[in-house]
């Protein structure tokens, strides 16, 4: 068989990418890719069938014969595409993208590739040359990192490096005893290739290119003279390649989000609850305005987004009692997500809770914090929301008559009706378009959507591309324990950020093994890491006491990019109903009163250590980002590993966290060096950013972790150079 030439190496030291196109660039990207829509189904008297049968019949086409130019150079493999392309890859301004592609051709010719990315307002990004990967597979790789919100996207280009070619025939041929006489041809044929290379490198450096085209023609020289300086523009020739035989691929959609849908903290309160007195039957609920008096203190921990539960009206009509009863008391407040009754529905407030005008003071006083709110948008009715009435359509009703109320058997919700999305898909879908722009106008720019699962897919993709389309600020944060396939397949369509598996994955192997699919999964779905949710109180905080919230703090905040809290985790609430995973007393269905600060004084709380997490999060760069978190080796599987590190700012910080609240638990690391910036020799100074000791550390050290001092270190690293 005939052996297939090693691809020409990259030059030794990488060169940054330059703004000006190389010689022989291929035309203008195309029109840049926006984010693919979903068309609203047919209304049920326009069936698709009829409009197809009344389309016109297209005319048989002439074969046209194929360009024998096009697709000249396969490529083949490119990623980031997100199903071949139908839904955009995620990225946030900032973030470094890894572009790859696998780019090969025929014979013995160098082949290079490059990435061009535009972003959404159509401008071209600088050229950027793409360099090989391992020996033998044909691999490329490159970065790109956008800088405006919207749909952008890119294309790899592959071509044929000429001057590659010519220099590795050229050096093969000196090596093997060739003299000037059999590289006749070579020489002439180099001189003419620098003259076409002198036209595309930057002024400054076209000197040296025809210095040494000039030195080629030059035969009174030696030979090793002649070619020397024409061997030496390597670096500079692959910065401003010659290329030959362009091949763009197509252009793949990028959808890119701000900062916050990558990085963000999330602390989740009742704003009822806040301020609200508690009596023997004199209940009195807090308001926007008490709710006021708690923004100080979420601040402080260092969260930067507040997540309201619905604000909306609460039904009357089979509403809930205390621990989810399915009588309710008079003086029961009923659960938020059984939206809608007499006051409205959706698009309104709570009456007790204030006025609009008192919401919009909220959301401004909060940004005064640094607090941006995000809003519950659970798409359900209480059997008294004005859509029954109006909109009966809109649910299922059951043989009996009745409209059937949700249910997740053995659990049942008889205050809230599902809405049914098939009966009129189109005024649904414009009804809460309207009511999401409704809060967008109000200066809601986040949403944490409740129980995405149990709608259309096709749903959601309509209506994110609706409201981002109008703005696309907005961010959508799905809320969906469900099986893998729905929760990336709500993640591809457009959500910003999902709720995950964490609380479930309580060992050390489980916690790798799981980050590692969510960082392989980065392009299409940014994880949120959630300890408790009113919902969710798993049994490790129910029984490990007040070290597993510490632990769980922990691998939330420093493994993911994004993380949250629900209010009372700083206190250690971990009283279970019995045999269930949820809060007795549950917060969902009755007033909560804390008292924060009494906590505090009595050194009951987590608030210090919580914003200690989040100041270290603040001030590391490398924990802003999701891709970069990489595992290392530690001998105990009670302990886990990792680390993240960031190229630009040369921050990097490892953390090694205990999975045991109940003792001291010994290790070994077995650290991979290159991945902390290092050499596999080198020495280097960590800090723990929770005790503050320093200590010389190499690839192998021994740590303890007592879960009653800190259950993990969290070290920034310093190279001893």
């Given at each position: 068989?005939?052996?297939?030439?090693?691809?020409?190496?990259k030059?030794?030291?990488?060169?940054?990418?330059?703004?000006?196109?190389?010689?022989?660039?291929?035309?203008p990207?195309?029109a840049?890719?926006?984010?693919?829509?979903?068309?609203?189904?047919?209304?049920?008297?326009?069936?698709?069938?009829?409009?197809?049968?009344?389309?016109?019949?297209a005319?048989r086409?002439v074969?046209?014969?194929?360009?024998?130019?096009a697709?000249?150079?396969p490529?083949?493999?490119?990623?980031?595409?997100?199903?071949?392309?139908?839904?955009?890859?995620?990225?946030?301004?900032g973030?470094?993208?890894?572009?790859?592609?696998?780019?090969?051709?025929?014979?013995?010719?160098?082949?290079?590739?490059?990435?061009?990315?535009?972003?959404?307002?159509?401008?071209?990004?600088?050229?950027?040359?793409?360099?090989?990967?391992?020996?033998?597979?044909?691999?490329?790789?490159?970065?790109?990192?956008?800088?405006?919100?919207?749909a952008?996207?890119?294309?790899?280009?592959?071509?044929?490096?000429?001057?590659?070619?010519?220099?590795?025939?050229?050096?093969?041929?000196?090596?093997?005893?060739?003299?000037?006489?059999?590289?006749?041809?070579?020489?002439?044929?180099?001189?003419?290739?620098?003259?076409?290379?002198?036209?595309?490198?930057?002024?400054?450096?076209?000197?040296?290119?025809?210095?040494?085209?000039?030195?080629?023609?030059?035969?009174?020289?030696?030979?090793?003279?002649?070619?020397?300086?024409?061997?030496?523009?390597?670096?500079?020739?692959?910065?401003?390649?010659?290329?030959?035989?362009v091949?763009r691929?197509?252009?793949?959609?990028v959808?890119?989000?701000?900062?916050?849908?990558?990085?963000?903290?999330?602390?989740?309160?009742?704003?009822?609850?806040?301020?609200?007195?508690?009596?023997?039957?004199?209940?009195?609920?807090?308001?926007?305005?008490?709710?006021?008096n708690?923004?100080?203190?979420?601040?402080?921990m260092?969260?930067?987004?507040?997540?309201?539960?619905?604000?909306?009206?609460?039904?009357?009509?089979?509403?809930?009692?205390?621990?989810n009863?399915?009588?309710?008391?008079?003086?029961?407040?009923?659960?938020?997500?059984?939206?809608?009754?007499?006051?409205?529905?959706?698009?309104?407030?709570?009456?007790?809770?204030?006025?609009?005008?008192?919401?919009?003071?909220?959301?401004?006083?909060?940004?005064?914090?640094?607090?941006?709110?995000?809003?519950?948008?659970?798409?359900?009715?209480?059997?008294?929301?004005?859509w029954?009435?109006?909109?009966?359509?809109?649910?299922?009703?059951?043989?009996?008559?009745?409209?059937?109320?949700?249910?997740?058997?053995?659990?049942?919700?008889?205050?809230i009706?599902p809405?049914?999305?098939?009966?009129?898909p189109?005024?649904?879908?414009q009804?809460?378009?309207r009511?999401?722009?409704?809060?967008?106008?109000q200066?809601?720019?986040?949403?944490?959507?409740?129980?995405?699962?149990?709608?259309?897919?096709?749903?959601w993709?309509?209506l994110?591309?609706e409201?981002?389309?109008?703005?696309?600020?907005?961010?959508?944060?799905?809320?969906?324990?469900?099986?893998?396939?729905?929760?990336n397949?709500?993640?591809?369509?457009?959500?910003?950020?999902?709720y995950?598996?964490?609380?479930?994955?309580?060992?050390?192997?489980?916690?790798?093994?799981?980050?590692e699919?969510?960082?392989?999964?980065?392009?299409?779905?940014?994880?949120?890491?959630?300890?408790?949710?009113?919902?969710?109180?798993?049994?490790?905080?129910?029984?490990?006491g007040?070290?597993?919230?510490?632990?769980?703090?922990?691998?939330?905040?420093?493994?993911?990019?994004?993380?949250?809290?629900?209010?009372?985790?700083?206190?250690?609430?971990?009283?279970?109903?019995?045999?269930?995973?949820?809060?007795?007393?549950?917060?969902?269905?009755?007033?909560?009163?804390?008292d924060?600060a009494?906590?505090?004084?009595?050194?009951?709380?987590?608030?210090?250590?919580?914003?200690?997490l989040?100041?270290?999060?603040?001030?590391?760069?490398?924990?802003?980002?999701?891709?970069?978190?990489?595992?290392?080796?530690?001998?105990?599987?009670?302990?886990?590993?990792?680390?993240?590190?960031?190229?630009?700012?040369?921050?990097?910080?490892?953390?090694?966290?205990?999975?045991?609240?109940?003792?001291?638990?010994?290790?070994?690391?077995?650290?991979?060096?290159?991945?902390?910036?290092?050499?596999?020799?080198?020495?280097?100074?960590?800090?723990?950013?929770?005790?503050?000791?320093?200590?010389?550390?190499?690839q192998?050290?021994?740590?303890?972790l007592?879960?009653?001092l800190?259950?993990?270190?969290?070290?920034?690293v310093?190279?001893?150079?």
């Amino acid at each position: 068989m005939p052996q297939v030439a090693a691809e020409a190496a990259k030059p030794s030291s990488t060169p940054s990418p330059e703004s000006a196109r190389p010689v022989g660039s291929a035309a203008p990207a195309p029109a840049p890719v926006h984010a693919p829509q979903v068309t609203a189904a047919p209304k049920p008297d326009q069936p698709a069938a009829a409009d197809a049968a009344r389309a016109p019949k297209a005319r048989r086409q002439v074969p046209v014969e194929p360009d024998p130019a096009a697709g000249r150079i396969p490529i083949d493999a490119v990623g980031p595409v997100v199903s071949g392309g139908k839904y955009p890859a995620k990225a946030v301004v900032g973030e470094i993208i890894p572009v790859s592609a696998t780019v090969f051709r025929e014979g013995h010719d160098a082949v290079g590739a490059n990435v061009v990315w535009r972003d959404p307002d159509g401008t071209e990004g600088p050229f950027t040359r793409m360099t090989p990967g391992d020996p033998g597979t044909d691999r490329w790789h490159a970065a790109f990192e956008p800088q405006a919100v919207g749909a952008g996207s890119f294309v790899v280009e592959a071509f044929s490096d000429p001057y590659l070619s010519w220099r590795d025939a050229v050096e093969k041929k000196i090596a093997a005893g060739q003299d000037v006489t059999d590289l006749a041809n070579d020489l002439v044929e180099g001189a003419a290739l620098l003259d076409r290379a002198a036209t595309g490198v930057p002024d400054d450096q076209r000197s040296r290119v025809t210095k040494a085209a000039e030195a080629l023609r030059a035969e009174d020289l030696a030979l090793g003279i002649r070619v020397s300086p024409a061997l030496g523009l390597a670096d500079l020739l692959w910065r401003y390649p010659v290329r030959e035989l362009v091949t763009r691929s197509d252009a793949y959609p990028v959808w890119v989000d701000r900062k916050k849908a990558l990085f963000s903290a999330w602390y989740e309160f009742f704003p009822r609850s806040e301020g609200a007195v508690v009596g023997d039957g004199h209940s009195q609920q807090g308001t926007f305005a008490t709710a006021q008096n708690r923004l100080p203190g979420v601040a402080k921990m260092g969260f930067d987004v507040l997540y309201l539960p619905p604000i909306h009206p609460i039904g009357r009509v089979n509403r809930k009692g205390k621990n989810n009863a399915l009588v309710a008391e008079e003086s029961d407040v009923g659960s938020p997500w059984a939206i809608g009754a007499e006051e409205g529905g959706h698009d309104a407030i709570h009456p007790r809770l204030g006025t609009l005008e008192d919401f919009r003071a909220f959301v401004a006083a909060a940004a005064e914090h640094g607090l941006e709110v995000a809003m519950d948008l659970a798409l359900q009715c209480a059997p008294d929301h004005p859509w029954v009435k109006e909109h009966p359509e809109w649910f299922t009703t059951r043989a009996d008559g009745t409209i059937a109320y949700a249910e997740n058997p053995p659990k049942k919700y008889q205050d809230i009706y599902p809405l049914n999305f098939d009966n009129d898909p189109e005024g649904i879908r414009q009804e809460i378009r309207r009511v999401v722009l409704h809060w967008v106008a109000q200066g809601v720019k986040i949403f944490r959507v409740d129980n995405p699962h149990t709608k259309p897919v096709n749903f959601w993709h309509w209506l994110i591309a609706e409201v981002k389309d109008v703005d696309p600020d907005v961010l959508f944060l799905a809320e969906a324990f469900t099986r893998p396939a729905m929760m990336n397949g709500l993640g591809k369509i457009g959500f910003s950020q999902s709720y995950t598996y964490f609380t479930w994955r309580t060992s050390a192997w489980e916690m790798r093994e799981y980050c590692e699919q969510l960082v392989a999964s980065a392009d299409h779905m940014r994880p949120n890491f959630w300890p408790n949710t009113p919902d969710i109180l798993h049994e490790t905080l129910q029984h490990g006491g007040p070290p597993m919230f510490k632990i769980r703090a922990v691998l939330a905040s420093m493994l993911m990019p994004s993380w949250g809290v629900y209010a009372g985790y700083e206190l250690f609430e971990h009283v279970a109903r019995p045999g269930a995973e949820e809060y007795l007393d549950n917060e969902k269905f009755e007033l909560r009163p804390r008292d924060w600060a009494g906590a505090e004084a009595a050194g009951r709380s987590l608030a210090g250590f919580l914003g200690r997490l989040n100041a270290i999060r603040r001030d590391n760069p490398a924990l802003h980002w999701l891709r970069n978190l990489r595992f290392h080796e530690i001998d105990n599987p009670a302990l886990l590993c990792w680390s993240k590190r960031d190229p630009r700012t040369d921050n990097t910080v490892l953390v090694i966290c205990s999975f045991d609240s109940s003792g001291d638990q010994w290790g070994n690391t077995t650290l991979d060096m290159p991945a902390l910036g290092l050499d596999w020799h080198e020495r280097f100074v960590v800090t723990d950013q929770l005790t503050g000791g320093t200590y010389d550390w190499g690839q192998r050290n021994a740590v303890r972790l007592d879960p009653f001092l800190e259950p993990a270190h969290i070290l920034s690293v310093r190279p001893r150079r």
